[in-house]
Structure formats: C-alpha cells, structure tokens
C-alpha cells in the first residue's frame, strides 16, 4: 500500500516521543504500551472498514485520547513528566494543554528531543543506534537483530539495558542544554553509523540496507529542519548521505551480486539525491569549522560528477584523504586514501601507501583490507599473492554477496594466470 | 443468494506483530474486501467491536466486566451473501486474517422457506 509506506513505524515513533514527553522518560514502557495499543486498534478497524484519510492523524488522535484518558482516570500527572505536571494538573481540564503536545510542531520537536535522549553519553555507539530504530524509527527486536546478523537476545539485552539508562534521566533531553552541542555531535555519529550500517553492513538483504539508510536520511532532514540543530555539521552530514545513497541503486546489479565503485553503471545513480546532496553542500560550506563529514561529503561529491573512474580527478581525492587523515584519522581512512593513490600514481604506489598504515593490524579483520591488497596485486600482476589475499578477505566475508564477489575475483586471478603461463610458453618456443 | 454471517475471532492473548508486520496486513484484507465486492458477495462490511465490555447474566442480571473469561474474542463480523455455505465457506478461506491466529466463523442465517 503505497500511500502509507511505513505509516506505521514511524507513526511508532512518533507516539512514543509524544508520549514519553507527557508520561516523562522514567513512564517510557508506559508510552510504549499506549502505543502498540493505538496501532493494534487502528490495525483491527482498518483491516475491517479501509483506512481512513488521514492514517497519521487517526493514530495520533487515538493515542492523545488514551493520554487523556489515563492521566483524568488515574489522577497521575504528579507522577508524570515533571515540567509538564503542573500545567497538566491546574487547568480545569487538560485537554487544551494536549491540544497544543500533539501538535505537529511539537511532536516533530519531542522527536527531536528522544533523537538526543538516545545518544545519552552514558551508552555505548551500538546502543544508541538499536535505541534509535527501536524508539524512533519503530523496528522490532527481532527486525533489528536481523538487520545486524546478531542474536534476538543480545540486542533485547542492548535495548532494554539503554531504556534503563533512559529512565534514569526522568525527562527528555533538552535541546538548550549547555552541553547542548557536544550531544549534536553524538546525534551526527549515531546517524552516521545507522547509515553506515545500512550501507557496509553485514546483513545481505538489500531492502533491509535501504531501510537503515533512508531512516538515517529522515532522521537528518528533521535536524536539518530545525534551527537549533541545523548547523554546517548536520548539513554536511546529510549531504555525505545523499550522496552515498544516490549510488544505492547501482551498488548490487540485476543478479543481486556486489558491484564496487570503480565498476558501477553510474547511469543508475539517483540524480535527485545527488542534486539534494549538493545543495546540502553549500549549505555545510557556511561556517568556519571543518568537519570529517565535510570532506567525506566533498569526497562522495567528486565521485558523484564524475563520468567514469578515469574521468575521476584523483589528485583531488588523494588530497581530501589528506585533510581526513588530519581530522580524523583512521587505518581505514588511511586504507582509502591509498586506495586513491593506486588510481592516481599506479597499483605499486598504492600498495606501498598500505604497507606503511599505522594501526594495520587493526585492520586484520576488516575483509576490504585484504581485499584491497588482493585488487592491487592483481594489477601489479602478483596474482599468487592476489590470491592468497582473496583467500583470506573470502575468510572474512560477511554474507552470501562478499563471498560471491570474491569467489569471482579468484576465479579471474586463476584466469589471468593460466593466459600468462600461456604467453610465457609460446615465448620461450 | 443466501446470507450468511461471518465472525472475526481471535485468541485473547496474541503474538506482538512489529509495526511493519501490522501495516502489512491491511493491504492483504483490502484485497480481500475489493474481491468480495466485485463478485457482488458484500452485503455489510459490518462493524469492528471494543475487546472489552460487559456481561450481563441471568434472571438475577449479573453484570460482570468482559468478556475476559472466553478462549477467544469476537473481534468483528462481515455479512455475506452467497448461494450456499459450501460457497460462503469457500470465500471464508480467502480471508487474510487465517494467517494471523484468526477463526472465520461461517454461519447462515435462518431461512423462512428453507
């Protein structure tokens, strides 16, 4: 059903937020029982008698009766958020009060405010992304374990030991907090890494890795929305993920195998999300600080306006991975930039590049390392130590698709052998 | 063409469906309905009801909160016109809710001149 597309998680979401900021952050199971609640009624009338006009607002005003409901039955609002208590207990009736928490403006706010809550410094990286798309973006346990290839138990344990934490902190996070915009930069890594999850990530399932990509986008276009937390950084955070997501579409070919960069029909690149993605850049270039998703951004943004790879100004790419390097550096970074290098100066350069990383053994168990080495050997024309470096990224591999690409390149590297030795032979008769 | 009335029921206790997999399942009964309608078997797409309610019992009209105690809940119910109950039968199995715990209850409605 194309108009509701995914009416449901992220109505989810909203409710709970909504919710959350009414109930307090200590009554968030409470929130989340009114709202599978409302989706449970909306799903048995629905299915009966067709969805209404308006979906959204059915489900919210389902939820805003509920809170009403609760808060004159149970005479609780003491024991609810606390800045809300007050206004909540000395009107004769609340439901003016409600009128205005559910509105659309302040529902998109209390979003915004849970987005913040999440990334609490309290909780480590993974927990704040399981806690986003649980929360925010309306994924099950089991959807989430799925998405990271890990046990139903273990993301149940990451989950409810971060709602704890949460509760702790009895009210949502306030966005004009002094320690305001150290939260923002954790907001940005979170969604990043939700990106990068639908992205790099293990699970092979493409509709999966779209669906964490375009929740990553959704989340950043309300922080891009909101003038508080729409700052360069968020912009170009954004913009490096348009420009990602643009190439989504030509990463896996018809076949449902992996394509890398260098091979990809880049006719099959959304131009609507490219021309998002620079737009997003100016708007990133306005002040004074100079992010990594800045340069990652401009990086993606040259790729994005080149033909084909030989159209590709490398020397431009080399010298972004040198800023990158600067701000933020990293043994995959440094991996890239060597990577940039072998199209630039040629497949022996590049290999010297990854022979001096510091960090490498960091590396080890990272399959594109391995993989990288092997791609510049087999231009150098080691295909031995091509292969015995295919053999170990195949080791590695994480799904069906990695193993499938390599098992390909292997076979090439046997391929390219055999049409040597052949050479080699007519040679020397 | 007879009618015939069909009862949604469904166990009390039920799994937990993500918010996906609920959405899921709307499309599938609009499917449904939409065929019942164009083969002319739509009478009354009838009423959804409140899982909770009151009991009332007895010349000594007990009133008790309900219906907790069943084994399972009337959930709703559709009204069916077709020729016989093997077809209003046959059209039950089409209902999309099967697949989610769901019992169809296929029942005719007395005839005058049977």
Redesign the interface.
């Given at each position: 059903?194309e108009p509701?597309d995914?009416?449901?998680?992220h109505?989810?979401g909203r409710m709970v937020a909504a919710l959350a900021r009414i109930f307090g952050m200590h009554n968030l199971a409470l929130a989340e029982d009114v709202t599978?609640d409302a989706?449970?009624r909306?799903?048995?009338?629905?299915?009966?008698?067709?969805?209404p006009d308006n979906p959204a607002g059915w489900l919210m005003t389902t939820a805003k009766h509920r809170a009403l409901d609760l808060l004159r039955r149970e005479q609780t609002a003491r024991t609810f958020a606390p800045e809300l208590a007050r206004a909540l207990m000395d009107e004769h009736d609340p439901a003016s009060t409600f009128e205005e928490l559910f509105g659309s403006a302040a529902i998109q706010d209390d979003e915004l405010r849970m987005m913040f809550s999440c990334c609490h410094p309290r909780l480590a990286e993974d927990a704040r992304v399981a806690l986003i798309l649980h929360i925010l973006c309306?994924?099950?346990v089991?959807?989430i374990a799925a998405a990271f290839l890990t046990g139903e138990e273990a993301i149940k344990k990451r989950i409810s030991r971060g709602k704890a934490v949460l509760a702790g902190s009895r009210r949502m996070f306030d966005l004009t907090r002094k320690d305001f915009s150290e939260r923002l930069s954790s907001v940005h890594r979170t969604l990043y890494l939700l990106f990068n999850e639908g992205y790099h990530g293990a699970s092979p399932e493409i509709a999966v890795r779209k669906e964490l990509c375009d929740e990553a986008l959704r989340l950043g276009t309300l922080l891009c929305e909101n003038s508080l937390t729409a700052v360069p950084a968020t912009y170009a955070l954004l913009a490096l993920m348009c420009l990602h997501a643009a190439r989504l579409p030509a990463r896996v070919d018809s076949a449902g195998d992996f394509t890398m960069l260098l091979d990809q029909d880049r006719s099959g690149w959304d131009e609507q999300l490219i021309a998002d993605g620079q737009r997003l850049m100016d708007l990133s270039a306005k002040g004074t600080v100079l992010t990594a998703y800045h340069v990652e951004a401009a990086i993606a943004s040259v790729h994005a306006a080149a033909k084909s790879p030989a159209d590709t100004p490398w020397g431009a790419i080399v010298s972004f991975y040198d800023t990158l390097m600067r701000i933020r550096p990293s043994p995959v970074v440094a991996l890239n930039r060597a990577l940039a290098i072998a199209q630039h100066d040629g497949p022996q350069r590049g290999l010297d590049e990854i022979a001096v990383i510091a960090d490498h053994e960091r590396l080890a168990n990272y399959p594109f390392y391995s993989a990288a080495l092997a791609e510049l050997e087999f231009r150098v024309g080691n295909m031995n130590a091509a292969k015995d470096h295919f053999l170990m990224a195949l080791g590695l591999a994480r799904n069906p698709m990695e193993r499938r690409l390599l098992e390909r390149r292997l076979a090439d590297c046997d391929e390219s052998k055999r049409a040597v030795n052949g050479t080699a032979s007519l040679a020397g008769a | 063409m007879a009618q015939f009335l069909f009862l949604?029921r469904r166990p009390y206790e039920q799994a937990?469906?993500?918010?996906?997999?609920?959405?899921q399942?709307?499309?599938k009964?609009?499917v449904w309905?939409q065929e019942l309608t164009e083969k002319g078997h739509l009478k009354d797409?009838?009423?959804?009801l409140e899982r909770e309610g009151k009991l009332v019992r007895g010349s000594k009209k007990n009133v008790t909160d309900g219906p907790y105690a069943e084994k399972d809940l009337v959930?709703?119910y559709?009204i069916i016109e077709a020729r016989d109950l093997d077809q209003a039968r046959e059209l039950a199995t089409g209902c999309?809710?099967l697949s989610t715990e769901m019992v169809v209850e296929v029942r005719p409605t007395m005839q005058l001149n049977p």
């Open positions: 059903m509701l995914h009416l449901f998680r109505e989810s599978q989706l449970c909306a799903l048995e009338v629905w299915k009966i008698q067709g969805p309306g994924f099950s089991g959807e | 949604y937990a469906l993500s918010p996906a997999q609920m959405q399942n709307i499309p009964w609009q309905f797409r009838g009423e959804v959930m709703g559709t999309p809710g």
